[in-house]
């Protein structure tokens, strides 16, 4: 009878078990697949963003009419904010809050340099 380790191995992040495919042996260091994709939403760009977290606050500001419809029209009433984003957060009082996914809206992590970009292109 083959041990666990004949049969194949475990993802070293989350045990996840992968089989071993014609007794090949894999060499070097893998991780499944959620894994993959829980590290590259903490790390990274991601779909076109710096990271997660900017790419979700985005999606979420303009993906949901109410935000959206307030983003502009804060754009439309004021000309040229110096931080457009951060304005927008204390405008909606949203310092504290998260997206729907557990996003912090205005934290350390955001790209706000990109997200301020994002707010000009609405007015």
């Known amino acids: ?3 666990i380790s004949e049969q194949g191995e475990f993802c070293p992040e989350c045990t996840a078990f992968r089989p071993r495919v014609d007794g090949a042996i894999h060499l070097g260091r893998w991780s499944c697949s959620d894994c993959t994709a829980d590290r590259k939403k903490q790390e990274g760009e991601y779909n076109g963003w710096a990271n997660y977290q900017t790419w979700n606050v985005s999606l979420r500001l303009l993906n949901t009419e109410s935000l959206y419809r ?3 029209d804060l754009m439309q009433k004021h000309d040229n904010p110096e931080d457009p984003y951060e ?3 204390q ?3 949203l310092e504290d809050a998260k997206t729907a996914d557990g996003v912090a809206w205005f934290s350390s ?3 706000l340099e990109a997200l301020n970009e994002m707010m000009e292109d609405l007015n």
């Open 109 to 111: 992590k955001l790209d």
């Open 91 to 93: 405008w909606m009082q």
């Open 70 to 72: 307030a983003a502009v």
């Open 87 to 89: 304005l927008f957060i």
């Open 1 to 3: 009878m083959e041990t």
